[in-house]
């Protein structure tokens, strides 16, 4: 699907690209196809596709998978694929936005844990990846394009400037891999920065005792308030937080986890967090919530 073909399908139906739904649309066939096949979707896959478009991903996903499930937000789209009944027979297309869809009545429709593709709108990637965390259980792949810049802070490691809230959380459900590098003119509109494809692969069930017994909202909340200001050590970021008031049991807490309490939050790995997440998570039970 050529640029100027993409262009004149859109404007034949009175369509637009929206920005408030950060559409930018694939307009090569090759470069679609390279996706899927770089995904590798099984026979008997069900696959769901976040933001059909105009079907550039949806047909070579249709090709490879038994069904596909095609999440698409815009009403227009929607009614033109529904009025040309131009999308292949195993293709369910569902108006609504991914991140309101119930993720798990949609994993058991699907009869497995879920698998996505998608090209997906820069505006709900942040969003859309914190969903995928809280439905880890329910999540079995995703294979994403993302602004360059976001998939490489999924990807980042300790001590590097992109380090930061997802790069933590990520690391300890999850390994990510880099698929393919996408330039701007792959795309209509074509955006200001490069995209890249990467796959999300969640650990599969029964996971390791110590991350299923771990207290995820506890650590969510710790990561969060470290990083709130990254530049300050552990002990003051998690005294913002106000889950312990007492700086000097704090100290001892963070000591408790084998840390240091000048130390940063951009140095610590997903497992010194969750050292820390379980340390915090002892002293607030022996407490009752109080500390």
């Known amino acids: 699907m050529a640029y100027q073909h993409t262009k004149s399908i859109l404007h034949d139906r009175g369509l637009a690209p929206h920005k408030r739904l950060g559409q930018n649309f694939l307009v090569h066939r090759h470069t ?40 698409e937000a815009d009403a227009g789209i929607v009614k033109l694929h529904r009025e040309e009944n131009d999308l292949p027979v195993n293709v369910e297309l569902v108006h609504g936005d991914i991140l309101r869809v119930d993720l798990i009545e949609l994993a058991a429709r699907c009869g497995s844990r879920l698998k996505f593709i998608a090209n997906l709108p820069y505006s709900i990637s942040s ?25 490489q802070r999924l990807m980042a490691t300790p001590g590097s400037k992109e380090y930061g809230i997802p790069s933590v959380l990520f690391a300890g459900c999850a390994t990510i891999e880099p698929l393919l590098l996408v330039k701007p003119e792959e795309f209509h509109p074509r955006p200001k920065v490069d995209s890249l494809v990467i796959r999300i692969r969640f650990q599969p069930p029964p996971q390791p005792a110590a991350i299923t017994t771990l207290d995820w909202p506890l650590l969510n909340k710790i990561v969060h308030s470290c990083f709130a200001q990254r530049r300050k050590t552990l002990r003051n970021g998690l005294a913002a937080s106000g889950l312990v008031r007492d700086k000097k049991l704090l100290d001892e807490i963070i000591e408790q986890a084998g840390l240091t309490p000048s130390i940063r939050a951009e140095q610590l790995s997903f497992d010194q967090f969750a050292a820390l997440a379980r340390s915090l998570a002892a002293l607030l039970k022996y407490n009752g919530d109080e500390a």
């Open 127 to 151: 969003p859309f990846l914190f969903r995928l965390l809280e439905h880890r259980e329910q999540t079995a792949w995703a294979v994403v394009m993302l602004q360059k810049e976001v998939a």
């Open 32 to 71: 679609a196809e390279r996706i899927v096949e770089l995904a590798d979707p099984r026979p008997d896959d069900t696959v769901v596709e976040v933001g059909v478009g105009l079907g550039a991903l949806t047909n070579p996903i249709a090709a490879r998978a038994k069904q596909v499930i095609g999440i």
